[in-house]
C-alpha cells in the first residue's frame, strides 16, 4: 500500500485546509485510516482516525469540533478538513493505513502498517 498525503500549505489562524490522502491497492475500503501530526521536536501525535467503512470517526480532544475526517472508498482516499485553525495546529500530517482490526479506537501510531510521505501544513498568528 503506497499513500500520498497533499493539501498543505500556509494559512492564517482562523483559516481552513482540506489535506487529501490517495492510497493505491483495491483493499483500501477494508482498512482503518487515521492522521497523524508532528511538529518540530515533538512526538508524532494521533489526529483523527476512521473506521474501514467510514461509520466510526474519533479524534484527538485538541482537533475536536474543528476537524472532520471522511473516506471516499470509491476513490481510495481519505481526508481531513481542518477549520478553524490555529497557530499550534502547525506540524507536518501523516496518513496512515491500519490493516488489522482492533475492537478500540486507532489512536496509537503502532496500529498501523503503512505511512504516507507527509504534507506540511503551517498556521500563522
Known amino acids: 500500500v503506497q499513500l500520498q498525503a497533499s493539501g498543505g500549505g500556509l494559512v492564517q489562524a482562523g483559516g481552513s485546509l482540506r489535506l487529501s490522502c490517495a492510497a493505491s491497492?483495491?483493499?483500501?475500503?477494508?482498512?482503518?485510516m487515521g492522521w497523524f501530526r508532528q511538529a518540530p521536536g515533538k512526538e508524532r501525535e494521533f489526529v483523527a482516525a476512521?473506521?474501514?467503512?467510514?461509520?466510526?470517526?474519533y479524534y484527538a480532544d485538541s482537533v475536536k469540533g474543528r476537524f472532520t475526517i471522511s473516506r471516499d472508498n470509491a476513490k481510495n482516499t481519505v481526508y481531513l478538513q481542518m477549520n478553524s485553525l490555529k497557530p499550534e495546529d502547525t506540524a507536518v500530517y501523516y496518513c496512515?493505513?491500519?490493516?488489522?482490526?482492533?475492537?478500540?479506537?486507532?489512536?496509537?501510531?503502532?496500529?498501523?502498517?503503512?505511512w504516507g510521505q507527509g504534507t506540511q501544513v503551517t498556521v500563522s498568528s
Open positions: 496512515a493505513a491500519a490493516t488489522r482490526y482492533y475492537s478500540g479506537s486507532y489512536v496509537y501510531t503502532g496500529q498501523y502498517d503503512y
Open positions: 491497492g483495491r483493499t483500501f475500503s477494508s482498512y482503518a
Open positions: 476512521i473506521s474501514w467503512s467510514g461509520g466510526s470517526t
